[in-house]
Each structure stands twice: as structure tokens, then as C-alpha cells.
């Protein structure tokens, strides 16, 4: 990955189709696996079971998925604007 933002870095998997296990995820968003699987299981992220169905889990996240989970947790609107508005 060439790009050094977290959004550019989730934009770079997406297009490549790879998902995220439950540690990558974690490490993305500075948290713990735990928290990861809690937030799947809480409904809050999107999770992909990729388990057999006599095995445990194994989560895997979508990293588009990822992103619109970060979406709904900004205190605040992206201010795209940089300067100053004239009044």
C-alpha cells in the first residue's frame, strides 16, 4: 500500500477485494481484536463469518465496511474547506 492515510489505505484493500481479519481490523482502528468481535457481535460492524459450521468463528471485515463504520462514529462533519469563508 502506497498510501500513508487510513481512508486511502481502506480504499486500497477494497479494490483489491481483500478483507480484513479480526486483527487487522483491530489494528486499523487502534483497538483491540476483543472489540473487534464485540462490535460484530454488538451489530455495530459488519462481519463476515468465514468458519466452518462446526468451527468457531473466524470474522473477516470488508474494509469499505470498515470506513462507513467511522463514518457513523465522526463527532462532526469532514470540513473540506481549508480557508476563509468571505462574509
Known amino acids: 500500500m502506497t498510501s500513508t492515510t487510513l481512508t486511502g489505505a481502506l480504499s486500497q484493500l477494497a479494490r483489491e477485494h481483500a478483507l480484513l481479519d479480526v486483527k487487522d481490523a483491530a489494528v486499523a482502528i487502534g483497538v483491540t481484536p476483543w472489540w473487534v468481535r464485540r462490535l460484530i457481535a454488538d451489530g455495530e460492524l459488519r462481519g463476515i463469518n468465514v468458519g466452518g459450521h462446526d468451527k468457531a468463528a473466524r470474522w473477516r471485515v470488508d474494509p469499505e ?23
Open 65 to 87: 465496511d470498515l470506513a462507513a463504520f467511522l463514518r457513523t462514529r465522526e463527532n462532526r462533519p469532514r470540513d473540506l474547506f481549508h480557508g476563509r469563508r468571505s462574509a
